[in-house]
């Protein structure tokens, strides 16, 4: 089971990305869903999670300028940002819990980093 995210990319402050990322291999289900970004010397923290139901959870940073949504049939999370602002510059990570055949509790899987630039 993989994890492939796309969308990063350099943006000016104020200005907008969409992030992806979608699941792939054998899923019998995917639990909770979410972005998570590190900045330079900083540690990797939580920016976005959504359940399977939809609830969705941000960080205080992001509240009105982010998005996190989801396509349970095509397993994808999406990360909508706009308003973005020079602090926003990480490396985003998608993460998902999910459930393969065969195996008890669900797996957690998290995707190769994509680098967002927010820079004048």
């Known amino acids: 089971v993989q994890l492939q995210a796309s969308g990063g990319g350099v943006v000016q402050p104020g200005g907008s990305l969409r992030l992806s990322c979608a699941a792939s291999?054998?899923?019998?289900?995917?639990?909770?869903m979410g972005w998570y970004r590190q900045a330079p010397g900083k540690e990797r923290e939580m920016v976005a999670v959504i359940t399977s139901g939809g609830s969705t959870n941000y960080a205080d940073s992001v509240k009105g300028r982010f998005t996190i949504s989801r396509d349970n049939a095509k397993d994808t999370v999406y990360l909508q940002m706009a308003s973005l602002k020079p602090e926003d510059t990480a490396v985003y990570y998608c993460n998902a819990w999910i459930s393969v055949p065969l195996v008890g509790p669900p797996v957690n899987r998290w995707g190769r980093g994509t680098l967002v630039t927010v820079s004048s």
């Open positions: 291999g054998n899923i019998v289900s995917i639990n909770d």
